[in-house]
Each structure stands twice: as structure tokens, then as C-alpha cells.
């Protein structure tokens, strides 16, 4: 069976350093907020061209203790997409804030310029959350733009977006901050959660860890109501000497698959999902759009192959069973957001895919005929 992610292959490659790593941080006698932590900080901030990175818990936790930092609060309204997992918004909610659902562009990303159309509207809405989707960046140089416009309070959610790239500016370098998650499907994914928060402003850095420790400024001193929301020493190690030195690896062959995949895919009924312009992609999923209606159907027809597939993201976030019970608000229609949630699958792609195995789906997707 041909996986969308495989982690026992990753782990066959990896699981001496990684228990190495544990071994270390055993041995050391120090598992929270130690030496590891503040190592993998130091070295992710300099892979990602930010001046600072602080480890959380989390990805949910760094969007929402990033919205705390910029001063969101309950009743805020903040603008941010329907197409995305639903932590995007969850963090929103737990804060008591209101998000403000933008259509997407063809490409999934929040349309920024529907953005600007918005908030020519609506002085009220002072904060935007986008999402970096499926390992491409946005339009970056359009974000700074609309962030100067409208003083905007900015959070790029950057969770798939580790080493991607618009016009040459890393994501997550347009806004206040960028959150990120270490879930262990990201690119750069741990054993387990973990995520972290990236700035270049050191008075947000400062606010970010003593948030996500009781909101301790030291020990015993508590200036802010804050999370236990720490990166564990042992993710961090992990992180730190086994995964990071081998992203570049990884992501060079994700974008050798998605290059086969753009050149070899050649049905009529299956279409790449177009990479915005300037995007240097990570290509963190391989969405692709298949004939409406005809979803459920390409599905059974590629794991009949044995090729399992998967689906980012099917149901949007404002029509989920939970936001009945929330407070939310639609800025416009969601017309092409629909349109992809309904008809995207993602192809597997990880970096130990095999060329035959990529072939093989290639294969299964030129010879499906639907209906």
C-alpha cells in the first residue's frame, strides 16, 4: 500500500539518532525548558531568517498565544479562511474573538484582495490570520502591502509552510508573527505536538515565553494569565539533531515529486491545484481536483491501486458541526473555497516515496475514468 505519509520508513532512517537524542536528554536530568529547547530555537530562527523562535506545546497554542501577543481580544474581529484545519480558527474562538471567513483564491489561499475589499468596509476588523496552504506561500509582498494599508495586526499560520518562499521573502516574514506546528505529518514534524512562534520584534519574543509558562516573567512571578504551553526538551532534541538537518533533504525530494507528478499527471478528469505566483513551494500535500461529484468514486478507485489518499480540506470550517455554538461571520460568499473543499484530494507525497511508487500513482490517476 502506498501511504500518504509513511512513518515506518521515516523511522528506519532516523531511529538511531533519535535514540540518541533520548538517550542525551535522559542522561542530562533536565526535561523542560532546558538546553535542547533553547539550542532548537537558536538554530530554527536561523533556518528560517527570523531573529527569534520561542517552542510551544503546540501549533494551535502558537496561533493563539500569537493572537494574545498582538493584543486580540474577546469580541475582536479577525479576518481569516474557511479552508484550512480547524485549529486556524479554534484559536480565534478560544480567545473570544470573532473570525471574519474571506473566500479563497483559485489556489486555496485567502484573497487578499477580497481582503482589501473588506476592510475598506469594515474599520472594525484590526487583525488577519491567512494560512501558507499545502506548502505554498501567498502572496507576501501583497500581505505587507494590505498589513501597511490598514495597520493590520498580523498572524501568518505557516504550519505547512517551513523553507517556502513567495517573491523570495520566507514565509512568515510579512506579519507580526508566524506560528508554526511540529504535528508529525508537517515537513518538519516530531514524535509527537510541538509548535513555536517566530518574530523579528524582541518585546513579542519576550511576551510569547512568558506566556507559554504561567505567564511567569520568573520563577514564582506571574505578571500575565498564561498556558503550560512548552515545548517538551526531548521533541526539541529530536527535532534539533536528527529532523532539522535533514528538512532541506526532505523537501528537495517532496519538490521532485511534485514536479513528476505536474509533468506525468495527464488526465482530463484530474487537475493539479494551481501554486499561486512567485510561490516557492514545500510541497507539504500534492492537492489535486478531481470532477465535481465524483470524489467518493476516485477515492475507492485509487486505493483499489493501493494507493491511499486523503482529503485537506473537505467540510469548511464554517459549516463544521461546532461552529453552531460559536459566534462567527461570513464577509462575503465562499463560492471558491466550496469549490475546492469539494472536489480536492491529495496525492501521497513524502520524502520516501519511491520514483516506482510515484509512477504508480501517476498511473492510477491517468487511467481512472469516472462514471
Known amino acids: ?7 515506518k520508513r521515516q523511522w528506519e532512517h532516523t531511529s538511531a539518532g533519535i535514540l540518541a537524542a533520548v538517550a542525551s536528554v535522559g542522561e542530562s536530568g ?15 530562527a536561523g533556518r528560517w531568517g527570523r531573529r527569534y523562535a520561542a517552542g510551544v506545546a503546540s501549533g494551535l497554542d502558537a496561533l493563539e498565544i500569537s493572537l494574545r501577543v498582538l493584543g486580540c ?13 480547524f485549529a486556524t480558527t479554534l484559536a480565534i474562538l478560544k480567545i473570544g474573538a470573532v473570525p471574519v471567513f474571506v473566500d479563497t483564491d483559485c489556489s486555496g489561499h485567502i484573497d487578499l484582495a477580497l481582503c482589501r475589499e473588506v476592510l475598506r468596509r469594515r474599520p472594525d476588523i484590526r487583525f488577519l490570520v491567512p494560512v501558507h496552504l499545502y506548502g505554498n506561500a501567498f502572496d507576501l509582498p501583497a500581505l505587507r502591502a494590505l498589513r501597511a494599508e490598514f495597520d493590520l495586526r498580523v498572524v501568518e499560520d505557516c504550519a505547512q509552510a517551513i523553507l517556502a518562499s513567495s517573491a523570495g521573502m520566507p514565509a ?19 514524535l509527537g505536538d510541538g509548535g513555536a512562534i517566530l518574530t523579528d520584534d524582541e518585546q513579542f519574543d519576550r511576551l510569547v515565553r512568558v506566556l507559554r509558562d504561567y505567564g511567569q516573567s520568573a520563577k514564582y512571578r506571574h505578571d500575565e494569565i498564561g498556558y503550560n504551553s512548552r515545548l517538551d526538551e526531548l521533541q526539541a532534541a529530536i527535532l534539533n ?28 478528469r484530474v487537475e493539479c491545484l494551481p501554486v499561486p505566483p512567485q510561490s516557492d513551494s514545500v510541497d507539504h500535500l500534492f492537492p489535486v481536483l478531481v470532477l465535481e461529484g ?4 476516485f477515492l475507492t478507485h485509487m486505493r483499489s491501486k493501493g494507493i491511499l489518499c486523503g482529503e485537506h480540506y473537505p467540510i469548511l470550517i ?3 458541526l461546532a461552529m453552531a455554538h460559536a459566534k462567527w461571520e461570513i464577509a462575503m460568499s465562499l463560492e471558491q473555497a466550496r ?32 462514471g
Open 294 to 297: 465524483s470524489k467518493a468514486e
Open 241 to 268: 539533531r536528527v529532523y532539522l538537518p535533514a528538512l532541506q533533504g526532505w523537501t528537495t525530494r517532496r519538490r521532485e515529486i511534485a514536479a513528476l507528478y505536474r509533468a506525468g499527471i495527464r488526465s482530463q
Open 73 to 85: 481580544q474577546a469580541g475582536d474581529r479577525v479576518l481569516t479562511t474557511p479552508l484550512s484545519a
Open 339 to 370: 469549490r475546492i473543499a469539494d472536489r480536492e484530494v491529495s496525492l501521497p507525497i513524502h520524502p520516501y516515496l519511491t520514483d516506482d511508487e510515484v509512477a504508480c500513482v501517476m498511473g492510477a490517476c491517468n487511467s481512472w475514468e469516472s
Open 172 to 190: 512568515g516574514s510579512a506579519g507580526h508573527l508566524a506560528a508554526t506546528s511540529f504535528y508529525p505529518t508537517k515537513n518538519l514534524g516530531a
Open 318 to 320: 464554517s459549516d463544521q
Open 1 to 7: 500500500m502506498i501511504l500518504l505519509n509513511d512513518f
Open 30 to 44: 533536565w526535561y523542560v525548558l532546558g538546553k535542547n529547547v533553547a539550542e532548537f530555537e537558536q538554530a530554527l
